[in-house]
C-alpha cells in the first residue's frame, strides 16, 4: 500500500533551520507531484511548497527565500529545507503525493515543526 512517512520535525529556536524528509512507497514516484502542507492549530491546512514530476516549484509566499523543495527519484525522497525559521512557522507538516495520470492523492501523518525560544 502506499506509505508517506515524515520524519525530521522538531524543536527549534527562532531564526534556527530544520529539514523534514518525506520517503514514499507504493508509488511510481517519479510520476507523482509532491508537497508539503502545513496545519497550525486552529487554522486551515495550506500548501507550503511543491514540486512536480518534471521538477518544477512553487511556494507558498509566507516562506519564499526560507524554505527549498527538493526530490530524489532514485531514493523516493522529497526533503524540504527551511532556514530563518519564525514562531509562526509552527505547525504539523504533511506529505502529500498526488498522481500526474491517476490523480489520486495521499496523505502522511504528518510531523511536529515548534519554533520557539
Known amino acids: 500500500q502506499v506509505q508517506l512517512v515524515e520524519s525530521g520535525g522538531g524543536l527549534v529556536q527562532p531564526g534556527g533551520s530544520l529539514r523534514l524528509s518525506c520517503a514514499a512507497s507504493g508509488i511510481i514516484f517519479s510520476r507523482y507531484t509532491m508537497a508539503w502542507y502545513r496545519q497550525a492549530p486552529g487554522k486551515q491546512r495550506e500548501l507550503v511548497a511543491a514540486?512536480?514530476?518534471?521538477?518544477?516549484?512553487n511556494y507558498a509566499d509566507s516562506v519564499k527565500g526560507r524554505v527549498t523543495i527538493s526530490r530524489d527519484n532514485a531514493k523516493n525522497t522529497v526533503p524540504l529545507r527551511m532556514n530563518s525559521l519564525k514562531p509562526e512557522d509552527t505547525a504539523v507538516y504533511y506529505c502529500?503525493?498526488?498522481?500526474?495520470?491517476?490523480?489520486?492523492?495521499?496523505w502522511g501523518q504528518g510531523t511536529q515543526v515548534t519554533v520557539s525560544s
Open positions: 514540486i512536480t514530476s518534471g521538477g518544477s516549484t
Open positions: 502529500y503525493a498526488r498522481g500526474d495520470y491517476t490523480k489520486s492523492g495521499y
